[in-house]
């Protein structure tokens, strides 16, 4: 009880001290808020998408693996993630390192109601998901092993999102029928809001079928790992399994290969689990800044604070308490600055979570401030409350208590030796936001450099609406062909279109893969190029500059001729020297497409100029542009150039569709404008964002620190100085002794963090693009500010030293 008297009596004397000085304790709590609000922020998101970003049973045991071509495959790429049923089946029997296998072969559904058509995602999912995963439905039941079986009543079991926004969240709906691809499905269960299994609107079963290899119903395939299981043995076990189906099915596996396993979280998160740990780093920078910020507040108002401190120490006060109080102190201000930091981050983490790049996150990861990020404000409290507090308490009560009770405590030795710790403390802030801004810097030159980029196409004023058609209504090459030149004509028409056309991709994110073969051409290697079926007007549309030859017709289009358009660099690549119009190509893949002409050879009739077309970072590959009659296959879209805003003319757009046929569903609608912020710009955006935030939050406790060790350095100098000019020192020369002393601690922080930045630099490599790690431009912008910030800093505590009045001075104290 005496102790925690003790205690509560240690706790109002700094309280009351706290809110004597109140301008250090402000300056104190604003910058333990912004570290602890930071990290607590930071630690949010790696919680939540990390750590524990599914809600599935033993999550962190689930494991996606892929078929990796050793020879061709980029080191970025996981590999093949799609098999056929045969493969499935093999590889849930003869495994010996999974609990379970489920398989999911996701589709576009188009839901029609009495309104029209929608699209929504969907997916013919393994019986045994539901079960796999362990979690409950919401509403009615799951998908059961009956519902698999070849004339099972069909159904269909709805996610959370769907239920409450189509069905108004009734629960009535189970038991409906609903109309899904033109079939009536029985509604049967609806999953509780953090469900989103291959994030998905809503489930069907699958019925298993060892004889359909189609590759049109390829399955994503997941297992649980057996407890103890590493990834490197799932990779061995299935290597064996993998070899004998590259017997039976030798078309599907690469000469060379390797089995690839990954856990669900990696495959998901990839690359950016490398920002996040870049954040992780830089807020915990951050958090020494404000941490040696608020340290050497406290160290200055201890030094201040040295003769009372002794008084209290003659008086019969043993060090250990006079530290336990000054900790104590040091404490409270810790607290106060969690208890404001806790609310920053509950606002700023709204705005992270904002801020994060589409489809790079868990569709069930929810980001919140939950009771393990509470305990872990809690935990930074404590740890700041020793990084702030311990080293200044212990300064205070060390030395000679006799020298103390004498000393003036200005312009004395002693404060210059404890101006060292201080300035240390300084110099280690500049080093640190020196790393800080150089990642910002980074970030912001690789959004630069990718805006500026030349695509090689002009995507403003374009519009984008997939149309995926509904079933049953165009199985054909000329059913589409016919329901497309329709649309086309009906959308040349309308006020505000400048172009339009059809395409089977989306630039410049490429098209569709194939082996390539040249007649009179001999390889070793494999050639391959991409290619997309478009209508005439797509290079208009888009923007594509003719080279050579000619570009295709409508009469091309129109009767599915044999013809190709390709890029410089397929002709560059594939023809050498030599002229390649005229001569002709054929796109092996075409083979695999039951409605595609087999064995079909392509005359190459014009050559375009380069754009990009396999994102932005990438340089162009192969491609060629075939008439989109040639087959019925794949999933189609329309683009289409405006003079206007391209969304003001989505209504329109829509409704002559829909004069077509209603039951077509325009979906992604968007500009293509927006497509390349999301797709391309959004990440590094988001870095730019963060690293942004946090080293500018960094230069201002970088500012505050270098204003209060030169304030209180010229107030330990007072006398000094007062001395200096008694005896002719000008006020210019006091100005320079000043500034020089800033400029020393600048100059050290910027040495020291030139060093650091170096470790970061190889850290956000893999995040910047079309720029050096070692930029000269971004370093050299970064010491530019940090010089005219810590000059800035200086400059109103140096002004004031050459304002003391040395009769003043004299007789101060």
Known sequence: MEIIGSLWQDLQYGIRGLRKDLTFSLLGIFALALGIGATTITFSVLDNILIEPLPYHDSDRLTQFFVRDVANARSEDYGRGGYSMPEYLAIKEQN?????????????????????????????????????LGIKPLLGRTILPDDGRAGAPPVVVLSYKIWRDEFGSNPRVIGTNIELNGEQRTVVGVMPPRFRFGDLDMWLPLTLSSNDTSMFHRMWLLGRRKPGVSLQAVAADLDVIARRLATQYPKDYPAKFEINAKSLIETVVGQFRVMLFALLAAVGMLLLIACSNVANLLLARATARKKEIAIRASLGAARSRIVRQLLVESFALAAAGCALGYLLAYGGLKGVVAAIPEGIVPAEAVIRLNVSVLAFSIAITFATTLLCGLAPALHAVRGDLQNRLRDSGKGTSTGFAHGKFRSGLVVAQVGLSIVLLVGAGLM???????????????????????????????ETAEQKRVFF???????????????VTETSALPPYGGIGSEVTVPGKTHADKWEAMFQLCSEGYFSTVGLRLEGGRLLTESDVESARHVAVVNQTLARKYFANEDPVGRSLK??????????PHDAYFEIIGVIADAK?????????????LPYGITGSFERGVLVRTSVEPMSLLMSVRREIWSVDRGVALTLTDTLENYLRRFSYSQPRFGLIVFGAFAVMGLVLVAIGIFSVMAYTVGLQTREIGIRMALGAQRASVLRMILRRSALLIALGIGAGELASFGLTRLVQSQIWGVSAHDPVTFGAVLALLVTVGIAASLVPARRATQVD???ALRYE
Do not use: C, W
């Open 96 to 132: 010996h390192v999974f609990d379970d296998v489920v398989g999911t072969s996701n589709h576009d559904v188009l839901y029609t109601d009495g309104e029209g058509t929608k699209q929504f995602r969907g997916g013919d999912v393994s019986t045994n998901v539901f079960q796999f």
């Open 444 to 474: 912001m030159r690789s959004l630069f450099a990718l805006q500026h980029v030349e695509l090689g196409l002009n995507p403003v004023n374009i519009l984008v609406a997939r149309t995926p058609l509904p079933r049953g209504h165009y």
């Open 485 to 499: 030149r329709q649309v086309l004509r009906k959308l040349s028409t309308l006020p505000g279109v400048v172009a």
């Open 587 to 596: 796109f092996n893949f075409l083979d695999t497409i039951p409605d595609a």
């Open 613 to 625: 077309n396999r994102g932005l970072q990438d340089p162009p590959q192969p491609e060629a542009f």
């Open 806 to 808: 040395p009769l003043v």
